[in-house]
């Protein structure tokens, strides 16, 4: 058994796909027939091309017209002469082999393109580099893996799962992952759970102690990964299955409850989403409202930036699926570990502490103001909130907003419509916001705490490292304190305050933000049932009579006893 983090609740039992990068690598020597080597290139050519043509009409049917353009681009690499000729000569003149000259080609040109102060051409690098890697493992003879293609039941094992890899993962057949890297809190884990697909990450080992085609169980309840399970393990897990199954049919009667603690008050549960396919299963799971829609994923697994079109006709549809309820919408928030490949910034040494988020959006303003206008035109569709990221200082919050009215003002010139009821609020996830909530909490009209950012940034911890993950300690007094602070500061200002980093949906840490007057709790869908049975069993009013005394405790270990004795 391998031990993991669980990640995405429920069982999953299926064979192993293996979303490991290949060996590329070959010896240099020179080929003994150079026209075999030009039969051999050819031919991996065209093996490559029919693969392309196959996961460009998958992806067009999955995802949409746009994101296939990719693979139209790396089509066209593949066809053309001015690429493919000088392999050729290569081949014939200086009697390379077809990985010699496929590999030198490409790369004389990746650097020539990469240099350009052009940015098709530098776009262009990047799709010459992925097409070679990929005639390359033809050439080699070794396998190279689209998830997009799977077409079978399996369970994924990788190193880790970008979360463009994540977005290409077809539900239909990826009965769960597993992964070497990676916390609750990482951006595939996050996925796997408005996937609603059983995952364990960081387990540091499963692409070592797995094969392809091994037999695979995902424990995503408990964070384990079963290879090759005996005939008794396949029927114990069968049972938890089922019984996970019947759970799940006794939260649902809860669907179309509100959420009313035993005392009488009443919270807002939330769902955190990355796409408008996600908000299906929001109101499958009694989702009163979109606690924080993260637009990342409209910049990613493409090579260029989403059109106000395109974001408009996202927004559009999110807030026409819920009605009325509210839609927090956060802009973009690149950077940390969402990155945009064809941005082409500079490397950091410390991306999340890096130019990221709204810090990348006020200077790139041109990106900034397009989304802002999309989101403006779409705020007459429903109830919307905007959400400025990793805001760390007054300044941040007052320029955004200036950006945000001045567009406003723009669109009303036009003739556009937009609401006048758009609530613009900021996360807490910077320390420095959270000490100085009760100065924000003047000029915002509310606050989403983002405790993912929040914790990593409070006890210096990456989110990211498992080597670390012992002091990412979300109910340590110096969190509770923070949050504390941030309700206390705004509802002195009658501010609401919601939380959309992972703790909101945690079990232990519920009673605590309850007691603590969360009003807003944003959550992966799938922990909302489950967070409403929970409330509906708590008092807020004895909850909150612990209030100081959690507060002043030592420890986050003091803290969990008292929580787990205290709500027995
Ligand atoms: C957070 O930091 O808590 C958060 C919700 O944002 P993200 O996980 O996207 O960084
Ligand atoms: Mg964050």
Known sequence: MIQG???????????????????????????????????????????????????????????????????????LVLSDPELI??????????????????????NMFIEMFKNMDNEYMRERAADI????????????????????????????IANDLTPSDTAQLNRQFVKGFATDIGGRTSHSAIMARSLEIPAVVGTKQV????????MIIVDGIEGNVIVKPSDEQLAAYKEKQEAFAKQKEEWAKLKDEPTIASDGEQVELGANIGTPQDVEGVLDNGGEAIGLYRTEFLYMGKNELPTEEEQYDAYKSVLEQMGKKPVVVRTLDIGGDKELNYLDLPEELNPFLGFRAIRFCLENTDVFRTQLRALLRASVHGNLKIMFPMIA???????????????????????????????????????????TAKQFAKEVDFFSIG???LIQYTMAADRMNERVSYLYQPYHPAI???????????????????????????????????????????MSATSILPARTQIRELSKEKMASYKDKLLSMATAEEVMEFVKEKTE
């Open 393 to 435: 200082t007054l300044e941040e919050f007052r320029q955004a907003k200036a950006i945000l009215l001045d567009e406003k003002d723009n669109l009303k010139q036009e003739g556009v419509k937009v609401s006048d009821q758009i609530e613009v609020g900021i996360m807490v996830e910077i320390p420095s916001t959270a000490v």
């Open 207 to 214: 692409t070592k102690d797995i094969q392809k085609d091994d």
């Open 129 to 156: 580099h992925d097409v070679t890697k990929r005639v390359l493992a033809h050439l080699l003879g070794v396998t190279f893996p689209d998830p997009a293609l799977i077409d079978e039941e399996v369970i994924v």
């Open 85 to 106: 000729n000088p392999m050729k000569e290569k081949i014939n003149t200086e009697n390379a082999t077809a990985e010699a000259a496929l590999d030198e080609t490409a």
């Open 451 to 453: 405790t993912n950012d």
């Open 480 to 522: 509770l304190n923070l949050v504390s602070n941030v309700i206390e500061a705004a509802h002195a200002e009658n501010k609401w305050v919601g939380m959309c980093g992972e703790m909101a949906g945690d079990p232990i840490a519920i009673p605590i933000l309850l007691g603590l007057g969360l009003d807003e709790f944003s």
């Open 5 to 75: 983090i669980a990640a995405s609740n429920g069982i999953a039992i299926a064979k192993a796909y293996m979303l490991t990068a290949p060996d590329l690598s070959f010896s240099k020597n020179n080929a003994e027939n150079p026209n075999l080597e030009v039969e051999r290139l050819e031919k991996a050519l065209e093996v490559s091309k029919q693969e392309l043509e196959k996961i460009k009409a998958h992806t067009k049917k999955e995802i949409g017209d746009e994101h296939a353009e990719i693979f139209s681009a790396h089509l």
